[in-house]
């Protein structure tokens, strides 16, 4: 009878220990998406940061050069050149 007994309570303990085993990999693996996610979107953002740091360097590495001066006189005021004529596309 304690044999049998014994072998119960064996059996009870091993299937709670299965279940516990299965509920802890289950949210270990939830975690894991979680974090596959993060490093993903975290990498996005670091070749967006990388992009942005080399036209940085370019504009200072170009800083003294003619055209990249006058490329931003035209685009960030708005200038022209003596020369030059500009058209408006006035159906917008």
Known sequence: ??????????????????LYACVTLTNMRSKVNQA????????TRVEQIQEENAALQHAIDNKDDPDTIGDIAREKLGLVMP??????????
């Open 1 to 18: 009878m304690k044999l049998r007994r014994a072998g119960w309570i064996t059996g009870l303990v091993i299937a709670g220990l299965i």
């Open 83 to 92: 020369d030059e004529r500009i058209f408006y596309d006035a159906g917008e």
């Open 36 to 43: 596959a996610k993060t490093q993903a979107e975290l990498q």
